[in-house]
């Protein structure tokens, strides 16, 4: 199972954290040990590292998310640029 990292700056880090278990819930169906990192610096910079068992539905779901997703990401203060990053 590759491991992916996703890093992508914030509104505020602790409206975005209370998401959790929404990105778990989410994420979930594609990868395992979905887990929320913030900044030690204190930005508004966050990352979210997995272990994707489904590549092929979670790129589906990265290229073109639903709009319930979408939704979902703008309530918890998520904003682009999004990086992703898968290990090799």
Do not use: C, F
């Not at 910079?45 to 790129?59: E, F, K, R």
Request: hydrophobic share 40%; proline share 8%.
């Amino acid at each position: 199972m590759p491991r992916m990292v996703i890093t992508h700056p914030v509104v505020d880090t602790q409206r975005w954290l209370k998401g959790k278990a929404d990105r778990v819930a989410l994420l979930g169906q594609y990868a395992t040990e979905v887990t929320d990192h913030v900044a030690i610096d204190g930005s508004h910079n966050v990352a979210i590292t997995l272990n994707v068992h489904d590549m092929p539905g979670l790129q589906a779901l990265m290229d073109s998310p639903p709009p319930d997703a979408v939704a979902q990401e703008e309530s918890h203060g998520a904003l682009l640029p999004q990086m992703v990053y898968i290990e090799k």
